[in-house]
């Protein structure tokens, strides 16, 4: 493999995807007919979920590589999650590249892998579609599946009233307001308070609103997701194995509005989980200790995987 694809490898396997993807892309540009490479690229557009262009991908890879059972296989799963009816037939396929390959086995049941790799009779190959066989085209990719952030655990936004700073400015509007007049020498009734404090207060909440609209906490068994900001949207990811430590904490303002927040500090920088939004019937404090022992839990276990691949 080249030093572009070697790199690009190293953050596959560390779960920056992102980053992998770009260095796959490059990877091809150097040289176009590596089955490895597309392999890869086919990988991480999966994980995005590009379904279309991962399956681009993949069958350049198996024109480049056809006995490469994982390009198969991938191509089952691609069936699976678009509703095609070709997964047994790609799965049949992975099997015959590779008849100990025990996630293909898996997918078609064992005593069907059996019949498969055991069977005089061998399944018919699959065979390369004509419109798939001149398909160069690259493009995005992130993460999923076996080696991506596993099954949802949790998703919501974040609660209205965890806006701590907006929550300190509103207890201090009113006092804040009359002082500034008073220094002004301009507070002549409560008509001049209102036109200072009911602006004042449909901008903080406002921004309260929609903070709390555009935040989201989505939790998966292996990564965590935190979707943020209004006009420009961000997505930080944090993979569990990569998190050394868990703090909880709360603040008087998190006590007066009974929330509480989880700080994490990761390989990759530190972000705070605030905010949580309990399930019905469940108070938010107690559910954030929840989601805090069962992070430590995970990232416990997780960084006793660490050496695990990320396929």
């Not at 974040?158 to 002004?184: D, E, K, N, T």
């Not at 909440?205 to 979707?227: G, K, M, P, Q």
Request: glycine share 6%; with cysteine.
């Amino acid at each position: 493999m080249s030093e572009t694809s070697e790199q690009a490898l190293e953050l596959f396997r560390s779960g920056e995807i992102a980053g992998a993807r770009i260095g796959f892309q490059s990877a091809i540009v150097e040289v176009p007919d590596s089955s490895l490479n597309r392999y890869y690229l086919a990988v991480c557009e999966f994980r995005l979920k590009n379904f279309e262009e991962s399956r681009k991908q993949l069958w350049a890879a198996i024109r480049y590589n056809p006995s490469y059972a994982k390009s198969w296989y991938y191509l089952g799963l691609i069936e699976e999650r678009t509703g095609g009816g070709l997964a047994k037939q790609y799965f049949e396929a992975a099997l015959l590249a590779d008849p100990d390959f025990a996630k293909a086995r898996e997918k078609l049941g064992k005593e069907q892998a059996h019949n498969v790799s055991g069977s005089k009779t061998a399944p018919v190959p699959v065979s390369i579609p004509q419109d798939r066989q001149q398909s160069d085209t690259v493009s995005v990719l992130e993460e999923d599946d076996p080696a991506g952030p596993g099954k949802l655990v949790y998703s919501s936004q974040r609660r209205l009233s965890s806006f701590g700073r907006h929550v300190f400015l509103l207890l201090l509007l009113l006092p804040l307001s009359i002082i500034m007049l008073a220094v002004l020498h301009e507070f002549r009734g409560p008509k001049e308070l209102v036109l200072i404090i009911i602006p004042l207060l449909v901008i903080i909440v406002l921004d309260a609103f929609l903070r709390s609209r555009t935040t989201r906490y989505v939790v998966h068994e292996r990564r965590l997701d935190i979707h943020s900001g209004i006009l420009f949207r961000t997505v930080r990811s944090v993979w569990l194995f990569k998190i050394a430590d868990l703090t909880m904490k709360r603040s008087p303002i998190d006590l007066l509005t009974r929330n509480a927040t989880i700080d994490i500090e990761a390989e990759t920088g530190n972000v705070g989980v605030t905010g949580l939004v309990p399930p019905k019937g469940e108070r938010a404090v107690l559910f954030a200790h929840k989601v805090f022992d069962e992070l430590r839990t995970a990232v416990r276990d997780q960084r006793g995987e660490i050496k695990k691949m990320w396929y």
